[in-house]
């Protein structure tokens, strides 16, 4: 199951690559990763 985030960059929705599942500050998961075309970071919040 690939994710998907939207890059600022690229503005698109890219799939994510080298992703990795973080705990933000206030327990919220999230998904950490890069764009796989330009190599921003991009970060998207995941639902509890």
Do not use: D, H, W
């Not at 890059?7 to 973080?22: A, D, L």
């Not at 998961?29 to 639902?47: H, N, Q």
């Amino acid at each position: 199951m690939a994710e998907t985030a939207y890059c600022v960059k690229c503005k698109e929705k890219r799939e994510v690559k080298e992703g990795q599942r973080v705990t933000m500050k206030n327990g919220r998961p999230a998904l950490k990763g890069k764009c796989p075309v330009c190599g921003t970071t991009l970060f998207k919040i995941l639902s509890k």
